[in-house]
């Protein structure tokens, strides 16, 4: 049940975005084992007036992405593989030949399942409703 914030500068067209959700979805289901149909993206713009690096408005085409998932379900390997993969998916629809401000960021932020969850029921409920009952 991972959620996704991403903040892009500059504005980009809404069809782009619908095509940067799908991607993120994707590799968050490939990298990280979520499951699409639980996976929420929100994506913002942010004016490049609004948005500074170094305490100047930036320049060229910047991104920050965080996502959320349940503390422990990931390896850090899991975890540096979608950082990897999703800026460079970042980079491919967003920098469209310029490279992305360096202080563009993917953070993977973990959350305890007591802390969270979807539906009304948090991740720990959902772990003792499909742990097995002792005899």
């Known amino acids: 049940m991972p959620t996704l914030q991403l903040k892009v ?5 809404p069809s782009h975005y619908r095509a940067l959700a799908g991607a993120l979805t994707r590799l968050t289901a490939l ?5 699409p ?3 929420a993206v929100m994506i913002d713009d942010v004016p490049a007036a609004r948005w500074h690096i170094g305490g100047s ?3 060229g085409p910047t991104a920050f ?3 959320s998932i349940t503390a422990g379900t990931n390896t850090a390997q899991e975890k540096e593989a979608f950082i990897a993969a999703a800026f460079e998916e970042l980079q491919h629809q967003l920098g469209r030949g310029q490279p992305l401000a360096l202080a563009s960021y993917v953070i993977v932020r973990e959350v305890p399942a007591t ?5 009304g029921q ?5 772990r003792q409703t499909r742990a097995p009952v002792a005899a």
């Open 57 to 59: 408005d930036v320049t």
């Open 115 to 119: 802390d969270w969850g979807y539906g």
């Open 31 to 35: 990298h990280l084992g979520k499951r």
């Open 37 to 39: 149909e639980v996976t």
């Open 122 to 126: 948090t991740q720990a409920a959902r």
């Open 65 to 67: 992405l965080e996502i």
């Open 9 to 13: 500068s500059p504005l980009q067209n």
